[in-house]
């Protein structure tokens, strides 16, 4: 079964500290991709996704993410964080299959704390 | 305004009851899914449907029921065969591009 691993569960960092979470999949096939952000008190919204073409996706809030097939990774970045990035960070990544797209497979999260 | 709606927001049940949480969206999609999110675990998915009058089994259903009757609607029922429910339960639906979109949950809690 396909698994998602974020092996950065906690991560504190100071205000304009560059981020990078990690996040590793384990299916060999072709995949769709996502960075999903959970605010506190806030439900989920989609940062960025990659289907196909260029492996450095930018999304919203200055969060840009990379997709390296030959690693199985797609790691999230900002170069410059803010005290308003504080929240739970989800990788998620969907199989595609010759019988269609199963449902996403998320990894377990890493709670992101900005100190300012 | 379209999107995910789920009720109720917090809902506490005693042990042996079955509950049921609903999800209405109106963006006209054609798949559902019913994910449980606990504290350093994730989401995980309970039961999926991609398209009206049928489901599947995601990767945690037991304890758990559905059913697809209409498109707008994937109401999830929490049996009490269900050892452990008390949790964070995300419904959401996904696009054409495979978009998935979560609705804003519901915190189920056995007293």
């Known amino acids: 079964a396909q698994s998602v691993s974020q092996h950065n569960h906690h991560v504190i960092l100071s205000e304009a500290a560059s981020l990078e979470l990690g996040c590793n999949y384990s299916y060999g096939g072709t995949v769709n991709l996502f960075w999903y952000v959970q605010y506190p008190g806030q439900h989920l919204q989609l940062l960025l996704k990659y289907f196909s073409g260029d492996p450095l996706v930018k999304g919203i809030k200055g969060f840009e993410a990379e997709f390296i097939k030959s690693k199985f990774s797609f790691n999230l970045r900002k170069p410059s964080v803010q005290w308003s990035d504080t929240a739970e960070y989800f990788c998620a990544v969907g199989e595609v299959m010759d019988t269609g797209r199963r449902a996403l497979t998320f990894g377990s999260g890493t709670r992101l704390q900005v100190q300012p | 305004d379209g999107g995910i709606t789920q009720s109720p927001k917090y809902l506490f049940r005693k042990e042996g009851q079955n509950v049921t949480l609903s999800c209405e969206q109106n963006l006209n999609h054609d798949a559902m899914y019913w994910y449980r999110q606990d504290p350093g675990q994730g989401l995980r998915l309970i039961y999926y449907s991609q398209i009206v009058n049928d489901f599947q089994k995601g990767d945690i259903a037991e304890g758990y029921s559905v059913s697809r009757e209409k498109k707008e609607s994937f109401p999830l029922t929490v049996t009490s065969a269900q050892k452990n429910p008390t949790a964070f339960y995300l419904c959401?639906?996904?696009?054409?591009?495979?978009?998935?979109?979560f609705g804003e949950g519901s915190w189920l809690t056995v007293v």
């Open positions: 959401a639906s996904r696009d054409i591009e495979n978009t998935i979109y």
